[in-house]
Each structure stands twice: as structure tokens, then as C-alpha cells.
């Protein structure tokens, strides 16, 4: 197959500006709402915050989704309305499953603030997928060295969800999904199988080729249904795989809330507005409802 066969969408991102680090954002996209269950895709920084600072997410509500938290440098405090208490490092993963409604927020650890703290990763949303929508929601912490490597000396491939080159990771999925890190060498190559029938690659930093074609820097670029590839880099390389089976079913997102129904959504923000979720113990403050969200779905 023909390089120029292999790729069939470029998603490119909007970038935010969140002061003192940028937040690049490819996915809700005008072009395409979601690639397997993921319905939002971040890429944090990188960054180093001025000494005494640090990131400060308040509480805020989500509905129907699991967000996955997995971090390049740096670390972050996350609490919920579960109790959960957590800090993840680079390496681990975060899954936080919203289903029926949780809160949570997330800030730098007072000792990452006292240095001056780094930030740099991917934050992603899941779907939840139909007649799972409501679950009770869940938290599940995954320690870097839980998760399975494949790979050589010059590839070497971290499975963050699903199963990927005869590895299995622990972190749940509620529908079929992959996600990796992949990290190449100059020289190194993995073989991209055709494991899911939505598939995409996000050059994260350095260089690197699928099939010859060049990766852009912080695009979404998806892979055609059923081709089989490799991913090369000549000079080093960080890329992210991620995709699944795609929803039957179409999802909306309008702030932090994802739903196949408008009305469930609407229903999360009059609750949000009334204070009718559950609060985050030791931490009081919360985001109101923006009149004009940054996160949307597309019609």
C-alpha cells in the first residue's frame, strides 16, 4: 500500500493558553467528534512553571466518561468525591470513571510547587459506551511499572489500555480500546497491526515517518481501516497510539459532560448550577457553569 493510502484524516489542534502552560487540543474536532471511545485528547505542555506555582484545576462535574491522566514529567494531586486521594508521576496512569456523576480536581503537589513543577503529558476522555453510561462511578490508579513494555532497545512500546503486540494492560476499558506510548530511537520501528478499526498516531516530540509519511507535530492523524504499517523514526521519537471500535451510537459534549442525550446533559448542568453533586472533601472551591464552553461537540 502506498504511503499516501495509509492516512485517511489530519486533525489539527486548537491550543490554549492557560497561563504559564499551553494546552493543545485535537480532539473534540470540527472534523470528528471521537476515534474509537476517545472524545477528547490533550496534550499538556510542556512546560516548567515559575517557582511557587503550579497548576490549580478546582472541583468540576463530569458525566459518562472515564478520563485518563498519564503524564510525561511532572505530577499531580487528584481528588474526588469518591475520597480517592492520589498523585500520579510520570509513567502511571489515572482512570477516573465518571458513569452517574463524579467531582474531582487536580493541582501540583506542594513539593513539585516548591521547585518550580513540570507538566507535560496527555490527558484523554472516554466515552462510556451504550447501557454503561450510568455506572457508579470509579477510580483506578495503575503504577508505571504495572504497566507491560514491548519492544526492543531502539522501540520501546508502553500499553497504557486494551491489548497491543501480545501485551495486555490492567487499566479498565469499558469498550474496546487501545492506547500506547511509544518511544523510538533513531533507527527504531514498531509494526502498527490492525487491531482496531479506528486507529490514530499524535507525534507528541521528534521525528518520525508511518509507512514514509512524515507525522506531524501535535496532529491527530488517523490511520485507514484494516492497513497494516510501521512506525519509524530516523532520529528519535515520542508517539501515541490510541483508538477502538467505534460508537453506534453519536455522543455530544458540551463542557465536562459527555452523553448520548442532550437532555442528560442539560439535566448535569441545572444540577451543577443547583450544587446537587457531590463535593470533593478537603477541597471546597468549584468552577461554575461557563456561559460559553471551550469543549463542544459539533452537529
Do not use: C
Request: charged share 20%; hydrophobic share 40%.
Amino acid at each position: 500500500m502506498q504511503n499516501e493510502d495509509t492516512v485517511m484524516q489530519t486533525l489539527l489542534p486548537v491550543t490554549h493558553d492557560l497561563g504559564g502552560f499551553k494546552v493543545h487540543r485535537t480532539l473534540p474536532h470540527r472534523d470528528r467528534t471521537m476515534v474509537g471511545p476517545f472524545i477528547f485528547f490533550d496534550q499538556m505542555g510542556p512546560a516548567h512553571l515559575p517557582q511557587g506555582e503550579g497548576i490549580d484545576v478546582r472541583p468540576h462535574p463530569h458525566i459518562a466518561l472515564s478520563t485518563v491522566t498519564y503524564l510525561f514529567e511532572g505530577a499531580i494531586d487528584h481528588r474526588d468525591s469518591l475520597g480517592t486521594v492520589q498523585t500520579i508521576e510520570a509513567g502511571a496512569v489515572n482512570l477516573m470513571t465518571a458513569g452517574a456523576g463524579i467531582v474531582h480536581s487536580e493541582r501540583s503537589p506542594l513539593l513539585e510547587r516548591a521547585k518550580g513543577p513540570p507538566l507535560s503529558g496527555i490527558q484523554t476522555w472516554l466515552a462510556l459506551p451504550d447501557g454503561r453510561e450510568e455506572i457508579d462511578p470509579a477510580f483506578q490508579h495503575v503504577a508505571a511499572d504495572a504497566l507491560p513494555v514491548f519492544g526492543d532497545p531502539r522501540a520501546r512500546a508502553t500499553v497504557i489500555m486494551g491489548s497491543l503486540w501480545g501485551q495486555t494492560s490492567p487499566v479498565t476499558a469499558y469498550a474496546p480500546t487501545i492506547y500506547a506510548d511509544i518511544k523510538l530511537k533513531a533507527g527504531g520501528a514498531v509494526p502498527i497491526d490492525a487491531e482496531a478499526d479506528e486507529r490514530a498516531l499524535y507525534l507528541v516530540d521528534g521525528a518520525a515517518t508511518i509507512d514514509g509519511r512524515p507525522l506531524e507535530p501535535m496532529v491527530l492523524m488517523l490511520l485507514r481501516p484494516g492497513i497494516v504499517a510501521t512506525l519509524r523514526s530516523e532520529q528519535g521519537a515520542r508517539v501515541m497510539l490510541a483508538g477502538g471500535a467505534p460508537f453506534a451510537t453519536p455522543r455530544h459534549v458540551w463542557w465536562n459532560f459527555v452523553s448520548s442525550s442532550r437532555d442528560r446533559i442539560r439535566h448535569a448542568r441545572e444540577e451543577w448550577k443547583a450544587g446537587r453533586f457531590a463535593t470533593v472533601p478537603g477541597d471546597p472551591e468549584y468552577i461554575p457553569i461557563p456561559d460559553v464552553p471551550k469543549t463542544v461537540s459539533y452537529p
